[in-house]
């Protein structure tokens, strides 16, 4: 019996004997199980270091600073760079696929779960049937499948699939328009842009006050909008175009200009945008139906119209509940990333492993590789985490 | 059903005498099934009636079809001199000019008391923000808690809720006001107080249907109990004729169901 005993309330007389009192059991689990794990990481660790040893590996971080003595697809990375800034790449290229695919994925996603909910039977079935095969087909076979089956049978650079003159796609990769600044004026430009901004908001504000004021439709958002491009467009004139599209130019036996994604980046993004996105329509979809119904008859019977119940009613109650689990799968398809080793693109893991492949110790790079996807996911979570939190303020 | 004394009360608007509720013959399916059979009813200007019936009989389908939150399959229903049809403007102009009142209360989670009560007024009747605010403040007094504007619906016990939600619906200044079980979800001692605050509306001259099994405040406000069985009306009268001495057997075997269970 424990010291703890003494000072509770319970009757002495009526303690059951140790082995059926709750509170001993309790702390007796918590210790049995703090035990386990102190002698499980123990055992662990000492046999690593004894095996390290017998093997003759080494057990610090200095080889980082060591040539890589291979380039990564589809970047400008020399061999002779060290292992440290490959690592970084690989980092980068985590984050090249996860935040677009992010953005995306909500994107269409939302699309989709609102879809589900139409009265339109044929949006209805068709949103419903995006979501049953998408979710139901694992991640790396989506991945496989457009690798192998759909970028690699793209033809050749000469014959390249053109999106009028915007995009290129052939077997060496996706080609995009890109963004080029021309490096005088582009500051200042970027400068007009701040300020139309402020104006942007400054009319905002107004409209606001006057709504407040009178009850006349404010239309804030697209007044706003307007007044934003008409600045910027004027600007840019302006300033002699300062800001242009690059588009993807073939150019003999390569293409010039514009935005390249390798095959193995375009699979990734597409298989993870396709896999998440299904998740985050059912997501978009549970939340709005889980905003009772009672809210949307009170809202008619005020009667307010349909956009205005979904703008000031629903959406604000459906939000709240579904930003928890979407965060979720945004981590989730951070962290499926790393099913690019399969095709070869060069992510972390990929990059650690071809490390390990070269010599370098397994042990180090491997905590390295897990090390950056936490963190990038643990990055990701305090985004979520503070939007969430700022819900629920709002709520209570 | 075929009682025939019943349609000349029914049809009988109290209240000024003018009409302001006029149901012909409504009916309504939920797919095979008949929870209507055939309404026929007449609410007078500033009237206040009572509908009461056991449960099942179709009291809340009807006073949700009068809002058109149920879409009746058929008769007529005009409200205030407009019929309600397909057409949005109509199915809109009704739900301005009648409020709901729902067992559940229904306040939006969300948003401050205050919020709940000028959303509306803002957005469809397009008023002033410091008019709404203060119309609401105005309300929120005539139903006695304007010390809980600020605070969040699950902050306030379920009596002030379903006070703001009177308050709430009385900001859109309609003309008739529709309550469905106003206090079935209340503790009784909180039942009062809803109580009151709608005895003070009927006196106010609302135009009122009420579902409720409040016989106390049937007897007090009401200028006319509409009895209800199995989708049709049964019997209609002042309460104290319908109470005391009801002409139906049905009517009868109810009252006695509840004299027994006082709720
Ligand atoms: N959405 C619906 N779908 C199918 N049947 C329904 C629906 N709503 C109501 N009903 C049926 O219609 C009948 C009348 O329902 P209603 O809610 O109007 O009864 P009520 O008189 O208000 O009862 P209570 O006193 O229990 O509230 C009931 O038999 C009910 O089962
Ligand atoms: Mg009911």
Known sequence: M????????????????????????????????????????????DNLTVNLRVLGIRRDFGFLDQPTGVPILGSDFRAQSPIRDALLVGLYNILRVAVPGILTALVIGTLVGVGRLSTNWLVRRAAGIYVEVLRNVPPLVMLIFFYIAVLQQLPAQADSITAGPFALLNVRGVYLPSIQLSAGPAPVFFGVLGLALVAAIVLGVLRTRR????????????????????????????????????????????????????????????????????????????????????????????????????????LPQALRIATPSAGNEFLNLTKNVSLGVFVAYPELLRIGRQAVGNGFPAPQLLFIVSAGYL?????????????????????R | MTE????????????????????????????????????????????????????????????????????????????????????????????????????SFNLFPHLTILENITLAPRQVRRKPKKEAEQTAMDLLTRVKIPDQANKFPGQLSGGQQQRAAIARALAMEPKVMLFDEPTSALDPEMIKEVLDTMEQLADSGMTMVCVTHEMGFARAVADRVVFMADGAIVEVNDPETLFTSPQEQRTQLFLSQILVHPS
Not at chain 2, 53 to 62: E, F, I, N, R, Y
Request: hydrophobic share 45%.
């Open chain 1, 375 to 395: 963190a990038l996911s643990l990055g990701i979570s305090l985004f979520t985490n503070l939007a969430n939190r700022r819900l629920q303020l709002s709520e």
């Open chain 1, 211 to 314: 709504f407040d004021a009178t009850g006349q439709p404010h239309r804030r958002v697209p007044l706003g909008v307007l007044l934003f491009l008409g600045i910027a467009t004027l600007g840019w004139l302006a300033l002699g175009r300062p800001l242009g599209l690059q588009l993807p130019v073939i150019e003999g036996r390569g293409v010039d200009g514009g935005y390249r994604m390798i095959p193995e980046q375009a699979a990734v993004f597409i298989a993870l945008v396709l896999y998440t996105s299904s998740f985050i329509a059912e997501i978009v979809r549970g939340s709005i139906q889980a905003v009772a119904k009672g809210q949307t008859e009170a809202s008619n019977a005020l009667g307010l119209s349909g956009l205005q119940r979904l703008r000031f009613v629903v």
């Open chain 1, 2 to 45: 424990s010291a703890s005993t003494e000072t509770s309330p319970s009757d002495r007389a009526h303690r059951p004997p140790f082995w059926r009192d709750v509170r001993i059991i309790r702390i007796a689990l918590q210790v049995g199980f703090l035990v386990a794990v102190g002698a499980l990481l123990f055992w662990l660790f």
């Open chain 2, 4 to 103: 025939s004394t019943l349609t000349g009360k029914s049809m009988d608007a109290g209240g000024t005498g003018e009409t302001m509720i006029e149901l012909t013959g409504v009916e309504k399916w939920f797919g095979d099934f008949q929870a209507l059979k055939g309404i026929d009813l007449v609410v007078g200007k500033k009237e206040t009636v009572v509908v009461c019936g056991p449960s099942g009989s179709g009291k809340s389908t009807l006073i949700r079809c009068i809002n058109r939150l149920e879409v009746h399959n058929r008769g007529r229903i005009v409200v205030d001199g407009t019929e309600l049809s397909d057409d949005v403007r109509d199915i809109q102009a009704i739900r301005r000019e009648t409020g709901m009142v729902f067992q």
